[in-house]
């Protein structure tokens, strides 16, 4: 991967803790999304015993998966300590009071999940792979962690992302402005190759819209969503490249108002059962190695 696209995951630890305190207030896309994942869930016939929200945020899945898999056991993971600590206390007070756990909380990256083998039925995982630089890794890591038979759901982001921003920086200086985002056909491939099967994914765009291109960046802020790639320009951005792009921002603006798009790719995939043999055990594949 080019250096400049990288994301710094240290910078990306220290944003999600600073917006941990803003980020229920700005995040309405993300709940949105939320929303439309559970929908789906309609349609699936599974009752996990051990789900993982694999970054979670401050936890806005957690009490509807609680209400929908009332017996699960609920792990919700995020990189920032701050994060879990408000996933934590938004613990649904009806599970305490018929004695039901709290969710598990977990400071973890879900590069590298601190979770046993084939441990959970289901990994819930709503707009946080944007922020991985190899999905196809942390697909592996997540169909480890699933058990057989077990259920990857997740979002994320696709290229035409913020295109309006990306298209108001373009050329105002040698820094990259805004990250880049990975096809949804990319990502179904990925989804085979790391050994899921039956990949269902989709896509729609959702626009939202701004009075001013500060108050998107605001909340972009707001959110942790920054700017934190390698290839970022490092201080504050000056007066005059502000300007710059808040002047073309404006070629996009219609009724008053300044769009910015958001593309949404939504997949699902099934950890498959291990296939049996004629007397009953697994059947392991070996391939014929190449010889010297």
Known sequence: MNETFRIDRPALRRSFERAAATYDAAAVLQNEVCLRMLARLDFIKQHPAAILDAGCGTGNALGPLARRYPAARIIALDIAVRMVERA????PKWRRLFGRSSPVVLCADIECLPLANASCDMIWSNLALQWVDDP????????RVLAPGGLLMFSTFGPDTLKELRAAYDGVDRHVHVNRFIDMHDLGDMLTRRGLADPVMDMEQITLTYSSARDLMRDLKAIGAHNILHGRHVGLS???ALATVEQRYEAFRRDNRLPATFEVVYGHAWKPQPRLGP???PVIEIQPGKRA
Do not use: D, I, Q, Y
């Open 238 to 240: 000056g007066k005059r």
């Open 136 to 143: 196809a890794g942390v697909f592996s890591e997540m169909h």
């Open 279 to 281: 007397s009953g055990h």
């Open 88 to 91: 934590r206390a938004r613990t």
